[in-house]
């Protein structure tokens, strides 16, 4: 007999991970009590239900929970006891059980169902349910279900964590990949935020420090922008405007977070932007040059606290990255700058040698030509460069080796020969003679690798030299018979030879003169400022000054000189002498006319000064002390009546710039200056300038003749000040009439509209109710006619004061009057725009806006023949601004120099009141594309007088 054994029922797990009931034990068969199988079952139960780390339960097939293990009663502590309740009611704390239920599902399929569900009420728990049939045996009756719920919780938060980085490093690999590829910085920079902002960011920008005024300026941006970034203002110089997430991250070269932008103080200059924008946390990275930071990653989420540690470092990482493109970017724009000058360099040394006048030669050390030997050689010397490449320098004449071998010894020394005469041989045979300089040319460890050697022929100077000397004698016969002096001499002074017109003006014979030097006979310099002068005409070549000599008798002459130097003999001076006696007589005489006009301007009526290219004063006449209050003497020689006259800084600089123009050449006419007095009073002086000039037109000063209009202005500004009363009383007029306007429409609407309304009703009555048809339809046509005068009279009330205005203000009057006068009369598109900021307008203001719209559209309905009209306002600091444009045929606003005015409140009455209230008013229109008409105007009235000053105030101010 074998024993046959029966199988038990355990919870085990499926390849799938999920739990099922399968058999796990087997029971000998035999005589076994029902007790003790039951007996097995419960302990076997039981101690599932205490040991297992997920959540057991057993609900009943009304889904009542009958038992739970200890880590259920765990999970949901608040809610104990469960046994007893609805597992709906328990876990769900709902009415009805979960549409998804997978216990249902299980008890109606008989089969093992799971599902995804929220944890407990008041928690963030994720759970994994597995519902197990409990089936009655034997007929296999589900009565019931075992729950096994398993925390999945971390298990998604780390998946969601995961995905989230993940994403990040796939961003870095693309990112890296754009600094590899994309060599332009602007397209880096746009394509690196476009790549972070695909990551699930709202807005990613790039920024950089601007060193001039410390603020951050915007470089590249992707996400949701909206004007975000031209709205506000960043710095890091330690304002409130650098204490967010970039400022701080700027100053301290950390990443910086806001967490909560709704409520973190150090963002309040942005926040309302921010939000706005739906941006509830930021973060900024910042990026660092070669030594310092130089901008920041700046990436904004949608959601409060939405940066974790590990996202920070990748950030981080990225933007080290950025830093690393722009620098390898910066790194490849210096190199191939580097190499274009290097290459430009090049050129032009070859440039250099080959256009050069003059021969240029590359030697090495041995002496061989090396590389070059430019057209010029080719040109003096008569060799091809291809015939002496490599070889020997070939114009060494014979008995010139030594001298070469010396000079080339010297030059691979790294000496450089400056001008050493030399004597050569062309191709031909012909000598040359020239002077040669050469510079050593150096390897990378210093030593000398090859010579440059410049030509500089002196052949034909040589040729002169001789012509010279062989001409001397023709020319000395000309400067013997010259009517000027003329004398020689050598470079310490000494008079050599002289010729017979300077002896007649000295006195002295040659004889005497060629012992003598040019110290006995200057009488305007010492012997020491002599020698100083004959060493800089030795330097420049020549000079041409006036001076003084000595006669014989102990005369004195004075005497125009013009002298050369030429490098002969040792150095010689030729000197020309000119008697220039009867024209310094002349000049003394002109002098003595110009102290004459001096006196005419020193007494003259009007402010007169004189300045020179340095606005130093040169003269100050006696109105300009008597005006000033300055004297001559306090003044003239320096430039601080400036400072005195204009103590103003800002307001000096202005006048400083105008007299600099006129040094430049431009005359000033009725030029007005405020000037300070030396008491302190003001005056305003009308201005006459115009620059003075050398015998070459060169700007030596400017002489300038002012009038005072002091009183004058005074009186000018009195008629400004009348003219401006006028203005405001004319102000005051309008508000009057349209309040008068504004009580006979209340009246009209009140009074005489209702009574007609009431008397049409009583018409309508009467004639409903009267059993004469004749009778009824002369009611009728009364009524008719009542409710005629009814729109007529409503039409003037809306003539005389729109109610819309007073009511609910401009911004409802507008679009109001629009539909109704404008969009229904005459079948015009309107269209109305406000900004939806609060614009609370003075009375008057809001009146004389509401005329002028009124206007400028019955002049679009009388002349632009516009089939659209568009009306918008918007605040702009403390004023409104109210648009009106069409698309009529517009007009040519450059030859419009005055505007039809069909009404008594016309355009120009339009432009001179919102002027009087300190606003603004501008027409813009082309021929065929319409009008466009800006109106500006302050939201509240200035106080009388407030922030006003005309006329001589304003000079005083």
Known sequence: MHDKSRPTKGITKSRDGKRKI?????????????????????????????????????LSKDLTILRTNPIMEKWNAPAMPLVGKKCYKAYHDADKPCEACPSLRCMKTGKPESNIIPGFPGTDLLFELFSYPLKREPDGEVIGVIELIHDITENKRTEKKLARLNKVLKTIANVNEDIFLIRDRQKLLKSVCQRIVEYAYRLVWIGFCDEKTKQVV???????????????????????????????????????????????????PWRQEALKRGYHSSAAIPIFGEKQVIGALNVYADKEDAFDDEEIKLLEELAHDI?????????????KIAEQALRDNEMTLQTIIKVSPLPI????TEGKVDSIWNPAAESVLGWKRKEVLGKQYPAIPEGKEKEFTENL????????????????????????????????????????????AILLD????????????????????????????????????????????????????????????????????TSSEVIHHIREIVTDGMDSFESVHRCKDGSLFNVEVSTHYLPIEGGRLFCFFRDITERKKAQKELQRLAGFWESIVENANVYMNVVDENRNVLMWNKAAERISGYSADEVVGHDKIWQWQYPDQQYRKKIIEAATQVLGGKELKEFESIIATKSGEKRVISWYSRNLTDENGRPIGSVATGIDITERKKAEAKILDTQKQLKSMVSQLTLAEERERRRLAERLHDGI??????????????????????????????????????????????????????????????????????????????????????????????????????ELLWN???????????????????????????????????TTKRITEDSGFGLLSIRERLEELGGNFEIKSEIGKGCKVILTAPLKRKKPNEGEKNGYQNYNS
Request: proline share 3%; charged share 30%.
């Open 22 to 58: 399968e058999r796990v034990t087997t029971i000998p068969n035999g005589k076994i009590k029902a007790e003790d199988v039951l007996k097995d079952r419960n302990f076997i139960l039981q101690s599932t239900f205490d040991i297992a780390q997920d959540g057991l339960s057993i």
């Open 218 to 268: 915007p470089e590249a941006q992707a996400g949701f922008e909206e004007g975000y970034l031209d709205s506000i203002k960043i710095t890091y110089n330690g304002t409130k405007y650098s204490k967010g997430p970039t400022g701080t991250a700027l100053r301290t070269g950390k990443p910086c977070v806001m967490r909560f932008i709704a409520t973190d103080p150090a963002y309040k």
């Open 323 to 335: 830093s690393t493109g722009l620098r390898a970017i910066d790194e490849e724009i210096k190199c």
């Open 361 to 364: 030669i590359m030697l090495d």
């Open 409 to 452: 010894k010297r030059s691979s020394r790294s000496e450089n020969i400056k001008g050493a005469e030399v004597r050569r041989i062309k191709k031909d045979g012909t000598p040359i003679d020239y002077h040669i300089f050469t510079a050593p040319v150096h390897d990378r460890n210093g030593n000398v690798k090859n010579i440059m």
């Open 458 to 525: 002196i052949t034909e100077k040589k040729q002169a030299e001789q012509i010279l000397k062989q001409s001397e004698a023709r020319y000395r016969t000309i400067i013997q018979t010259a009517m000027d002096g003329f004398w020689l001499s050598d470079i310490h002074g000494h008079i050599l030879e002289v010729n017979d017109a300077y002896c007649r003006m000295s006195g002295y014979s040659r004889e005497e003169l060629t012992q003598m030097s040019i110290q006995q006979l200057e009488a305007v310099e």
């Open 753 to 854: 509209s209702q009574e007609l309304v009431i008397s049409k009703l009583k018409l309508d009555t009467l004639s409903e109710s009267s059993g004469d048809k004749d009778l009824r339809k002369k009611l009728k046509t009364i009524s008719t006619s009542v409710g005629k005068t009814i729109r007529n009279t409503r039409s003037l009330t809306f003539d005389l004061s729109f109610p819309v205005l007073y009511e609910l203000g401009f911004e409802a009057a507008v679009p109001e009057w629009l539909s109704e006068q404008i969009a229904k009369q005459y079948g015009i598109e309107t269209q109305f725009e406000d900004d939806g900021r609060n614009k609370p307008l003075d009375e008057d203001i809001r009146i004389l806006l509401f005329r002028s719209v009124r």
């Open 860 to 894: 679009v309905i009388k002349h632009s023949k516009a089939s659209k009209v568009k009306v918008s306002t918007k605040k702009v600091s403390n004023n409104i601004e109210v648009i009106v444009e069409d698309n009529g045929v517009g007009f040519d606003t450059a």
